[in-house]
């Protein structure tokens, strides 16, 4: 096992050092880890708007390329005021979560390196709303990052779709909407196991999971850090501020009806 992220011989290892985005490296075979990563949300149009969640994740590595990930997820809602919007304030269970990823490419013997992830999830609270909820998804994402300066810096980009099904429980009323969107990063090795650099996301908001009606965008930037703690440990650190958004129908320069103002999240994980 590696005792940083970064190698001399095999360059910087992506599998960790972007906060909302992924790296195309998923570990060696029989690597088993535990992680936590805790994620706030703040500031929608009008009120008070602030949600948490806690997600507790196992991971392991059964053979080559190919990765497993085990997933669940605690979260905790204020909201007061805003408009379309119910005032809430309670924690709980919010539901579960299965990540799968395939290698396709290494970037150690491939011009670039390729992964793709497929993460189906169940929720019974609704991760916009606090509703009660029974929902299903799934977030696919094709990722590609490059070594732009070997041993130095990496850059990633990521290709997402997100459709989802939801039914409110109570009402029973039932939707559909889909997410799909672009992310790209850049991170630099400072010192050794120590990264710093940025993520810009931009995301487009449907009803619908095969995109038939808009309903807003928005552009996500902001910093991110990656320091590796000891041999077995690591952290990551990351703060998206909306720097622009369009909700549909409107002229307003921030989309805060299908988007938060800013996003925060903190990854803290150990191999054993």
């Given amino acids: 096992m590696a005792p940083v992220c970064v190698q001399a011989e095999e360059g910087i290892d992506t599998e960790h050092i972007f906060a909302f985005m992924i790296g195309t490296d998923v570990g060696n075979v029989g690597e088993r880890e ?16 602030r949600a948490g969640s806690q997600q507790l994740e196992l991971e392991f590595v059964p053979v080559r390329d190919f990765r497993i990930e085990l997933g669940s997820t605690f979260s905790a809602y204020d909201i007061n005021g805003v408009p379309g919007f ?21 970037r150690q013997t491939a011009p670039l390196g390729l992964t793709l992830a497929v993460e189906p999830h169940a929720e019974r609270i609704d991760e916009g709303t606090a ?37 409110f ?73 909306q720097a622009w958004g369009r909700p549909a129908g409107s002229n307003a320069a921030l989309d805060l009806v299908n988007f938060e103002r800013h996003q925060a999240r903190l990854i803290f994980g150990v191999n054993f």
């Fill in 86 to 106: 119910d005032d809430r304030r309670q924690a709980g269970w919010q539901g579960v979560s299965v990540d799968f990823r395939y290698r396709f490419l290494d």
């Fill in 34 to 49: 535990f992680q936590t990563e805790t994620t706030g949300r703040f500031a929608r149009s009008g009120g008070n708007y």
């Fill in 169 to 241: 429980v109570g009402t029973g009323l039932a939707e559909q909407e889909s997410t799909i969107g672009a992310s790209f990063g850049l991170m630099a090795q400072v010192r050794p196991g120590v990264l710093l650099g940025g993520e810009a996301r931009y995301l487009r908001k449907y009803e619908g999971i095969g995109l038939e009606e808009f309903s807003g965008q928005a552009l996500f930037v902001g910093p991110t850090a990656y320091f590796q703690l000891s041999e077995r440990s690591r952290l990551t650190a990351s703060w998206s501020v």
């Fill in 131 to 167: 509703a009660a909820v029974r929902k299903y998804g799934t977030d696919v994402v094709l990722a590609f990052d490059r070594e732009i300066v070997p041993n130095v810096a990496v850059a990633a980009l990521n290709l997402i779709y997100q459709p989802e099904w939801t039914r």
